[in-house]
Structure formats: structure tokens, C-alpha cells
């Protein structure tokens, strides 16, 4: 039987990683390569918990590396059958410490791939949206260039007219956003018609203008960023009125294996603050949020109790910090 499937919509990306602290160093370099992306990351993800997922993007015809890549996808039973298949480049990103632990790691090479040039006209909407009971997007995708802003556009407002619930990760890359327009002048109007948006404070306030105070640290306390987080969702609901969900992630690390990490989740009644998670032995940091993401889009779903959603959101968030690569998944 055909179920009705999650619509995550985003660029499949190649990661490359090295073992050591540079790439060019003769004679002792290895290289890692994992298959990932954020909103491929989310469909693995909900897959892995039951949800069935779909995940489409655009990859280059008759190219074995992106063909192999999606075969990873699909090895999760993820269904990957409406990828568009055009242009010449797969998008890579390279992370220059190993695994992610360090901040300011990441190099995006994603100009001209074959998602990032796909346009509305691209796209079958009636098939795209065939038995699809959500719609997934984020915030990387509009960052990349104009025409994505309109593609995205063009989706939301038919998963809207289909009345198709709508989530949005608001994941801010400043090495994205290159095209002359900031995040702020360009994600209200997307973010007006979805009923879940998720990121952090700080996020919300680089992308939607929400207020923050400045002075908030990793020693500043749960209490007051829940406070904070409280504040940050009453802003959202009052200048975005379709939106129903809302939740942050709130991850700190002192050195590259301590993490503490918890989450916040907020609907029009309540708000909700999860158990604090620490640890000292991660293993790879990257797709931690994605995760979460997911953990969030599967227990709205299920029709939970919203402290048994932010605790599920947070622990799934938690859990990919000890799994290699971008999905949260073990090779078992």
C-alpha cells in the first residue's frame, strides 16, 4: 500500500572530511565521504522512526558518485523515486576537523550544482505532492540563490492549497547568503504559511527580526533561556499566525567532546523545556539539529503530549551526537 509520506525537499550533498587537522599533507592524509544534507538528513531520520519518508532533489544523470549517494538515501527506505535528474555537479561541503567538533570548519561548494539551478518551471507539482501528508523545507535552500526563493515559494503555497502541513528548519549558514538580499528580507514571507518552525533564538532573530538580548552565554542558565525562548515564540505567534509549533534546540560545547544539549517547545497554550543532556564522548556533531527535527516532526505526528514531543525531539537530537557521518543512523 502507498502511504502518505513526509516531503522533505532540499540538495543531497557529498561531505568530505579528513583525519587529520589539514587535507594536503603527503603521505599521511585519509579522506572520509558520507552522503548527507540537511533535509536528506530529516528523511533518513523519520524513516528510521517509522515515519515514511520522501526525499527529492536534483543530482546529475549518469553520474555514479551522485547516483550512489542517493542509493544511501534509499538504503534507509527512504522513497528517493521523484529525484529530478539535470545539470552536471553534485554539491559537495568539506569539513576541515574532523567530525565536526571544532566551530568554523565547514566549506560550501555548492554554486551551480544541479539543485541549486532548478527553478519552479522545474518542478511537477501534482506529482511532487502526490501522497505526500507533510511538507519539510529549511532555510539552506533560499540562502543558495533568487530562483530558489521563488521555487520554495511556489511549494509552500501549493502544499497550502492542498492544506498539507508545512515545517521549516531555520538553519543559518552565513557562508550561504551570497546574492545580495539578507536572511531577514527574504524568510518572513516564506515562513508566513508554515504551522512549524524550528531553529534557536539566535536564529530567529537573524532570519524573522525577533528580539534578543545581547549578553547570553553557555554559563547563562537553563531558566533564562527558557525564559528567552518563551519570549523569542511569543514574537513568532503574534506576527506569524498560521504557525502552531514552535521549537529550539540549545547546544553548548566547552572543548570537543563536552556537549550539554536541551530543547524548548512552545505551542499557542504553553511552553515546554526538555531534560538537560551532557556528555563527554561524542562523536560527530553534524546533523544533530536535523535529528531533533525530525524527533519533532514524528511526535507532532503521533498526536503526543507536548512534553513527551520536546523530550523525544531532543532525545533523537542527542542520540545522532555519537553516530559518524551526516544521518543519525547506525550501520546496523
Request: with cysteine; hydrophobic share 35%.
Amino acid at each position: 500500500m502507498n502511504m502518505d509520506k513526509v516531503l522533505s525537499f532540499g540538495e543531497i550533498l557529498i561531505r568530505l572530511q579528513s583525519e587529520q587537522t589539514v587535507f594536503f599533507d603527503k603521505g599521511k592524509n585519509t579522506l572520509k565521504i558520507f552522503a548527507g544534507g540537511s533535509e536528506a538528513n530529516v528523511a533518513v531520520a523519520l524513516a528510521q522512526m517509522g515515519i515514511p519518508a520522501k526525499f527529492v532533489t536534483a543530482i546529475p544523470k549518469d553520474n555514479p558518485l551522485a547516483a550512489q549517494a542517493l542509493q544511501e538515501i534509499e538504503k534507509h527506505k527512504v522513497d528517493t523515486s521523484h529525484t529530478l535528474l539535470r545539470g552536471d555537479r553534485i554539491g559537495t561541503y568539506y569539513l576541515q576537523s574532523k567530525n565536526g567538533l571544532t566551530k568554523g570548519e565547514v566549506i560550501y561548494d555548492r554554486a551551480f550544482s544541479s539543485f541549486s539551478k532548478l527553478t519552479a518551471a522545474d518542478i511537477d507539482k501534482d506529482r511532487l505532492f502526490d501522497n505526500v501528508r507533510w511538507f519539510h523545507w529549511t532555510a539552506l535552500t533560499p540562502g543558495l540563490n533568487p530562483e530558489m526563493v521563488l521555487l520554495i515559494q511556489e511549494l509552500i503555497k501549493e502544499a497550502k492549497r492542498r492544506d498539507i502541513p508545512i515545517s521549516v528548519d531555520l538553519n543559518y549558514r552565513s557562508k550561504l547568503w551570497k546574492y545580495g538580499k539578507k536572511p531577514h528580507e527574504i524568510l518572513p514571507q516564506l515562513v508566513q504559511d508554515c504551522d512549524v518552525i524550528m531553529g534557536n533564538i539566535w536564529a530567529s532573530h537573524t532570519f524573522l527580526q525577533s528580539p534578543i538580548s545581547s549578553g547570553l552565554t553557555r554559563e547563562t542558565s537553563k531558566e533564562t533561556y527558557f525564559e528567552k525562548a518563551g519570549q523569542t515564540a511569543k514574537y513568532i505567534f503574534e506576527n506569524y499566525p498560521k504557525c502552531k509549533h514552535i521549537a529550539n534546540t540549545f547546544r553548548f560545547m566547552d572543548n570537543e567532546s563536552h556537549n550539554l544539549l536541551y530543547g524548548t517547545y512552545h505551542t499557542r497554550t504553553g511552553d515546554y523545556i526538555s531534560k538537560v543532556h551532557e556528555t563527554h564522548k561524542l562523536i560527530d556533531r553534524i546533523g544533530s539539529g536535523d535529528a531533533f527535527m525530525a524527533g519533532l516532526i514524528q511526535a507532532i505526528l503521533k498526536g503526543k503530549d507536548e512534553q513527551t514531543i520536546v523530550e523525544e525531539a531532543t532525545q533523537s537530537g542527542f542520540d545522532k551526537l555519537f553516530i559518524e557521518g551526516d544521518f543519525g543512523v547506525t550501520n546496523k
